[in-house]
């Protein structure tokens, strides 16, 4: 069990959340740097959006863990809690590892409260070649049956094959759920700037963990691999995290086969960095569905009213799904969190 002041780190809003971490790394004795990118947008109270950046340790170490929050928006409270209270556990760090905090990569999907970002990107769909053919996907017949109520939200979600397909990224309909755009996104750019600045070619190993929420058992932190089964990376994180990590490839994940992703982009950059999705559980994919496919009909009607009574009721459903405010899900979220990070700290300084 522990303390409401430990769990005081969940926020289920963009500013609470921003408030918390940056104070944290304001008075952390591990942070060596911060930089931050400014979105180009504001949040529903005018306030400015912030993806911040804290690099922690021996900036130069050969060997780098990266945790990341926030790029489906409103899952960012989960994350953004477990960066916080790394920051304000930790005192020092294993001397040939540097971490690197990615505080609310998409600050605009966290302060609206939606998982898409600003222009209504999937931005865990957006890893994609543009310049060259997209995935075609069949998923907008499930859509479109949704909108003309011929199908059932609560069948979809529970039919797993039918929900796979969903979900898996498209490129055609902007105005469905799951588009992972037509161009590079915001977020994308600033994780692309990241990996420049890391220089990554000269680093030994690199694990890149991911956080999100909403798939799976309720409290429990999944590690998803979407590695080829046969590389390097992959059988990295099986040393590091053993028997937990799962894979969507093999068909023992949660998660499905899907497109675009995220780490997709990680899995470029060398055999040497492993990605790995840390994904909390929450309430069912048929509830997930109802709350995102009422944000989405919201979106659909232009700009939103922060103030009206309908769009406060679909904002907090989402905030309660994707980071619920109940102390037994959030302490099996910190325990996961912490243990986690600790695994991963271990394999990155043990030697080869």
């Known amino acids: 069990m522990y303390a409401d002041t430990i769990l005081d780190v969940f926020c289920q809003r963009y500013s609470d959340a921003h408030d918390k ?24 109270s005018g306030e400015k959006l912030f993806c911040d950046i804290a690099w922690s340790g021996d900036l130069n170490a050969k060997n780098v863990l990266i945790l990341i929050s926030g790029l489906h928006g ?15 556990r930790h005192r020092r760090l294993p001397a040939d590892v540097c971490v690197v905090l990615v505080h609310a990569i998409n600050p605009w999907g966290f302060a609206w409260s939606s998982r898409n970002d600003h222009q209504g990107i999937d931005v865990n769909r957006n890893f994609v070649d543009f310049s060259q053919q997209l995935h075609q996907s069949d998923s907008d017949t499930i859509w479109q049956k949704i909108i003309n109520k011929e199908a059932d939200i609560q069948t979809i979600g529970a039919d797993r094959h039918t929900f ?59 590690l998803i691999s979407d590695h080829p089964s046969d590389c390097v990376a992959r059988q990295h994180l099986i040393d590091v995290f053993g028997a937990t990590v799962t894979e969507p490839i093999l068909g023992t994940s949660s998660s499905g086969i899907k497109y675009g992703l995220h780490d997709y982009f990680w899995h470029a950059q060398g055999d040497h960095v492993a990605f790995v999705t840390l994904e909390f559980g929450t309430f069912g994919s048929s509830a997930m569905l109802r709350a995102l496919f009422a944000d989405q009909q919201l979106q659909q009607q232009g700009d939103i009213d922060w103030q009206d009574d309908d769009t406060l009721v679909i904002k907090h459903d989402l905030q309660d799904f994707f980071c619920p405010a109940e102390k037994q899900w959030q302490e099996l979220v910190l325990f996961r969190g912490r243990q986690v990070i600790e695994m991963a700290l271990t394999g990155l300084s043990q030697h080869d």
């Not at 420049?196 to 694990?207: M, N, P, S, T």
Request: hydrophobic share 30%; glycine share 12%.
């Open 164 to 222: 796979d397909l969903l979900s898996e990224g498209q490129y055609s309909y902007p105005s469905a759920l799951y588009f992972g755009g037509e161009q590079a996104s915001w977020s994308r750019q600033c994780i692309e700037q990241l990996a420049g600045q890391l220089k990554c070619d000269q680093r030994d190993k690199i694990i890149v963990v991911d956080i999100h929420s909403g798939l799976g058992p309720y409290g429990y932190g999944e």
């Open 21 to 44: 971490f940056t104070a944290a790394i304001e008075t952390s004795s591990i942070v060596e740097k911060t930089n931050k990118h400014l979105h180009p947008m504001k949040g529903p």
């Open 74 to 88: 409103v899952e960012g409270g989960v994350g953004s809690a477990i960066q916080t209270d790394f920051v304000s």
